[in-house]
């Protein structure tokens, strides 16, 4: 069936370091990606998004990497900050309206 | 701020009872969706309605009634829940079928 994944339940990086959240998807039409993040007691915010047809895409201190020919997709964050504390799930784009979400991963900065 | 209101925030209901939750959105879009989030699963998409008309059902017990009255605002009406049903339920919103922006959600609690 049709699922977006995520590997790691939880990541605990260092404050300042670079963090890594991946996502696999398994839908070859999805032609839209998102990450959102997810802090405790509110609903997901739109982080950074990318198209089918780029590989990259950077923002504020993000950047989202996009491998097609393994469905991969990633999500790095520079200088990791204890505000970056949240779950962090990723979502495609299959068909019109239809967005499919993965389950999320935990992101912990330690100071 | 996310644009995208719900209420109520909390609402705890016996399986009786019938009620509903409010969205809507200050951002003149065209198209809004109602979502569950239960613990440890991903995002399900429940309805989606653009133009004020439903574009997506995913196979949604009947006991969940959704209302677009217009572009604005959307409704889940409740009756007969279960204790499965317990959840967030999310609201978000679009231009089209692009980013979602998300309201904070409704924890329900069904007893």
């Known amino acids: 069936g049709e699922s977006v994944g995520l590997h790691l339940p939880t990541l605990s990086v260092q404050e300042g370091d670079n963090s890594i959240i991946n996502c696999a998807y398994s839908?070859?039409?999805?032609?839209?990606f998102i990450w959102y993040k997810q802090e405790s007691g509110k609903g997901p915010q739109f982080i950074i998004d990318i198209r089918s047809n780029m590989d990259k895409r950077q923002g504020q201190r993000v950047t989202v990497l996009l491998n097609k020919t393994v469905k991969h997709l990633s999500l790095q964050i520079a200088a990791t900050q204890p505000g970056d504390s949240a779950v962090y799930f990723c979502a495609e784009r299959p068909g019109t309206y239809k967005y499919i979400f993965g389950t999320g991963t935990r992101l912990k900065v330690l100071a | 701020e996310t644009g995208v209101t719900q209420t109520p925030r909390h609402l705890v209901m016996g399986m009786t009872n019938k009620k509903s939750l409010k969205c809507e959105q200050h951002l003149g879009h065209n198209a809004m969706y109602w979502y569950k989030q239960s613990a440890k699963k991903p995002l399900e998409l429940m309805f989606v309605y653009s133009l004020e008309e439903r574009v997506e059902n995913n196979s949604v017990p009947s006991r969940f009634s959704p209302e677009c009255p217009n572009s604005s605002h959307l409704f889940l009406h409740l009756h007969t829940l279960q204790p499965e049903d317990s959840a967030l339920y999310l609201c978000a919103s679009s231009q089209d079928s692009g980013e979602q922006f998300f309201g904070p959600g409704t924890r329900l609690t069904v007893l």
């Open positions: 839908n070859s039409a999805s032609d839209y």
